[in-house]
């Protein structure tokens, strides 16, 4: 049976592992520690590169808010709202639209115009934003 003085030690050690981990997701902005990221291939300048959400934030609203912002959402009902999705998974879908190995007309297009870091940048940036819930 544990005593009280070390059921706090481990508790104290327990929540200490909790906020290590928890922290470590949220700065950890390179995304490259999911099997399916280091799957792509990317250049390891790429892999390494951390995401810098204000770059993002100034590319989203040039390029991707006509069709992302929630104008557009609440009539288009197949134009994904990108905002709360995890970042690595934007990050992802971009890089296969790039490469052709996920298909659509639109998206192809722009993905084409961005770079790996930029796709980066802009993932992050809508991943920290709020669900705009307006896809019913
Ligand atoms: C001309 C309209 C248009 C523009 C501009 C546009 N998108 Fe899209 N995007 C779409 C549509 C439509 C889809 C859904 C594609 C499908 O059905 O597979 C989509 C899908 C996506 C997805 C996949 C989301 C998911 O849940 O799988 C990502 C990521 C994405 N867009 C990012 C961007 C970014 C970043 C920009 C700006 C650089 C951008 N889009 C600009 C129309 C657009």
């Known amino acids: ?3 009280h003085y070390s059921k706090s030690v481990l ?3 327990l929540s200490l592992l ?4 928890v922290s470590a997701q949220v700065t950890d902005t390179s995304f490259k520690d ?3 990221v280091s799957e792509l291939k990317l250049d390891a300048k790429v892999l390494n590169y951390k995401a810098d959400a ?3 934030e100034t590319l989203a609203n040039q390029r991707c808010i006509a069709c992302h912002g929630d104008a557009m959402l609440g009539m288009m009902k197949t ?3 990108l905002k709360g999705q995890k970042a690595a998974y934007l990050f992802k ?3 296969d639209f790039k490469r052709g190995d ?3 007309p639109l998206m192809q297009g722009q993905a084409s115009m961005l770079s790996e870091t930029e796709m980066k940048d802009v993932a992050y940036y809508y991943s920290t934003q709020t669900a705009s819930n307006l896809s019913k």
Do not use: E
Not at 18 to 21: K, R
């Open 1 to 3: 049976m544990l005593n």
């Open 11 to 13: 508790a104290a050690s």
């Open 18 to 21: 909790l906020s290590a981990s």
């Open 34 to 36: 999911t099997l399916a």
């Open 54 to 56: 204000s770059k993002g």
């Open 79 to 81: 134009y994904p709202d």
């Open 93 to 95: 879908q971009l890089i």
């Open 102 to 104: 996920r298909s659509d």
